[in-house]
């Protein structure tokens, strides 16, 4: 299984950016599929998730409102969108996969979960 995000940039505050993730390999409607992201000197942290039905989100509390997370099973890929985007929203966001297959009870916010990470693209927010 192999995943790739895209879809990081430079935008001033305020900005909107959209993340991609595509991945491959396996089906994509068994995963359930989170966004984590890291800024310098910090650990990597939740963002959202999405279960691999699509009917339930999740979201840190700091991104809601701003960040919709949604999915599309016949493409494979994951989106976030991010709107209202803020210099605290600096950070190399990577994408993550949990088979649901072999998870007995999924936790989306838990890096633990997810058995598989994409590279990760940065977003820069600058003020």
């Known amino acids: 299984v192999q995943l790739q995000a895209s879809g990081g940039g430079l935008v001033q505050a305020g900005g909107s950016l959209r993340l991609s993730c595509a991945i491959s390999?396996?089906?994509?409607?068994?995963?359930?599929m989170g966004w984590f992201r890291q800024a310098p000197g910090k650990e990597r942290e939740f963002v959202s998730a999405?279960?691999?039905?699509?009917?339930?989100?999740y979201y840190t509390d700091s991104v809601k409102g701003r960040f919709t997370i949604s999915r599309d099973n016949a493409k494979n890929m994951v989106y976030l969108q991010m709107n209202s985007l803020k210099p605290e929203d600096t950070a190399a966001y990577y994408c993550?996969?949990?088979?649901?297959?072999?998870?007995?009870?999924?936790?989306?916010?838990?890096?633990?979960?997810?058995?598989?990470w994409g590279q990760g693209t940065q977003v820069t927010v600058s003020s």
């Open positions: 999405i279960i691999r039905k699509g009917g339930n989100t």
């Open positions: 390999g396996d089906t994509f409607s068994m995963f359930s």
């Open positions: 993550a996969a949990d088979d649901d297959r072999t998870t007995y009870a999924y936790r989306p916010a838990s890096q633990e979960t997810y058995e598989y």
